[in-house]
């Protein structure tokens, strides 16, 4: 069976699914844009979570391209997924640190049992990179990774990156 691969413009700390993925910072102490919104709308049981895997194997921070999950506080998920996208530059080539978070974050939904997980446009805010190889590099990603996951759901701040994800996942 594949993956099913949907579009939502919207909100993802609304998303009810099994596991909602965060475009962290290597800290997992919150910030801006989707990771600042995940822990606001989460509480500060994810903070929690966040801070005791740093204590335990994570002191310097979660390495770029990595996953790591968390409880989802106050969230309609069971699981916060925090990746940490790598930050874009025209001088050097990153995409395999980009394709490394959603493979990473399968997989840790692999092992969590995830079937539904909601993914946003990973590096694509304060990080930088141009939304239509951002959605070409996720999607094509997620189509080649072997997972359990039943659904997986792009959810889009805006309808032109909505416009953007349509054009590849049609």
């Given at each position: 069976m594949s993956t099913s691969l949907t579009l939502v413009q919207g909100d993802i700390t609304e998303q009810a699914v099994d596991a909602v993925v965060n475009a962290a910072n290597s800290s997992l102490l919150g910030g801006g844009g989707v990771d600042g919104a995940i822990h606001r709308r989460g509480g500060p049981e994810i903070l929690d979570a966040c801070r005791a895997l740093r204590a335990a194997q994570y002191g310097p921070g979660?390495?770029?391209?990595?996953?790591?999950?968390?409880?989802a506080g106050r969230l309609?998920?069971?699981?916060?997924?925090?990746?940490?996208?790598?930050v874009w530059t025209s001088n050097e080539d990153r995409s395999a640190l980009l394709a490394s978070c959603y493979r990473e974050s399968l997989r840790v939904a692999d092992e969590l049992g995830a079937r539904t997980v909601a993914f946003p446009a990973i590096s694509t805010g304060v990080y930088g990179w141009p939304t239509d190889d951002a959605a070409r590099i996720a999607v094509e990603t997620v189509r080649d990774?072997?997972?359990?996951?039943?659904?997986?759901?792009?959810?889009?701040?805006?309808?032109?990156?909505?416009a953007v994800y349509a054009a590849l996942v049609r």
């Open positions: 979660l390495p770029t391209g990595q996953a790591v999950a968390t409880t309609p998920a069971r699981w916060v997924i925090h990746t940490v996208g790598p990774t072997g997972t359990a996951v039943d659904e997986v759901r792009f959810v889009l701040f805006d309808e032109p990156a909505l």
